[in-house]
């Protein structure tokens, strides 16, 4: 299982559907910072010149123009390593920085709203907590509690998990992983208190080398993991909720057609979910289809 490369798939599929963005969705003189260059990224800048937009893409590859982004209305970076480089430059441009899981926003110091310039909104990939704990709450019969394992890194996002949990009037116990040595106790005192585990965007913990052993102990319990994101299924979690380039750049207008919100860290809206179903068979869980998962979802989203 290679998480990159379906990064990678993610982002050319997410390239190719914003050919075919409205052209009310960008404003003029829109700059695309994207990681490399690709046929996808010149059809796009030739799609919205064709429809009297003014775009210019920068790739990360080439030395980027600054006095392109100086003139810009509006940034839009694609990944960690485009936003990095537009975080060391000068120039106030609106910028929204799209394709960013949380686990990112350590590394790049943009955790807290207070050391995000007015200039710049975030939207994450990662799925809504929220959304989270109430597939878990449909795919595990009579689930009161889930348990969390994080690293050092990522402490900051217990607060989200833990005021989604109460939300949800789920118990959240949590355990903190200061080494990989630690794995196996942290699981063997964290499971038997727990219904489920939920795992959370954090490359520290769920690293390819950690994976089989957070996922043959918790079996060895007899509890599920939940996420962390979709590239886990395949490995033998049992579900996640996750957002397709198609929902990201429907959630990318809905954005841009309001005020701008400075600081703002946002949440996929539009989603689907995608679940392993011979783990569910495994374990005995009637789980229902995902077709079936994502609608109830969405109507327990509704006001």
Do not use: C
């Amino acid at each position: 299982m290679s998480f990159k490369r379906h990064g990678h798939r993610m982002m050319r599929a997410l390239l190719i559907l914003l050919l075919w963005v409205p052209a009310g969705w960008l404003t003029a003189g829109t700059l695309l910072l994207s990681p490399a260059p690709s046929t996808l990224s010149e059809q796009f800048a030739d799609a919205l010149g064709r429809q009297g937009r003014a775009i210019t893409v920068q790739y990360l590859q080439q030395p980027p123009d600054t006095t392109a982004l100086a003139e810009a209305d509006l940034v839009i970076t694609l990944g960690q390593a485009a936003l990095k480089w537009r975080m060391q430059q000068a120039p106030s441009t609106p910028t929204l920085a799209i394709y960013l899981n949380l686990d990112s926003l350590h590394t790049l110091a943009l955790t807290d709203a207070d050391q995000r310039p007015d200039w710049l909104q975030l939207m994450t990939i990662s799925p809504l907590p929220d959304r989270q704990l109430q597939l878990a709450a449909i795919g595990v019969p009579r689930l009161r509690s889930l348990g969390l394992l994080y690293s050092p890194s990522q402490d900051w996002q217990l607060p989200l998990w833990q005021a989604a949990a109460e939300r949800q009037q789920l118990q959240l116990v949590t355990r903190r992983l200061d080494h990989p040595a630690q794995l196996a106790r942290q699981l063997a005192d964290l499971l038997p208190r727990t219904d489920a585990l939920i795992g959370i965007e954090d490359s520290a913990v769920y690293a390819p080398e950690l994976i089989k052993t957070i996922l043959l102990t918790s079996y060895n319990h007899n509890r599920v993991l939940i996420g962390p994101s979709a590239p886990y299924i395949a490995a033998g979690s049992l579900a996640s909720t996750y957002s397709d380039p198609e929902a990201v750049a429907a959630d990318v207008s809905a954005l841009l057609a309001q005020e701008w919100q400075p600081r703002t860290l946002h949440f996929p809206r539009r989603f689907s979910v995608i679940s392993n179903r011979q783990v569910a068979r495994s374990l005995g869980l009637d789980l229902p289809a995902d077709d079936d998962l994502q609608q109830r979802l969405v109507q327990a989203e509704m006001p």
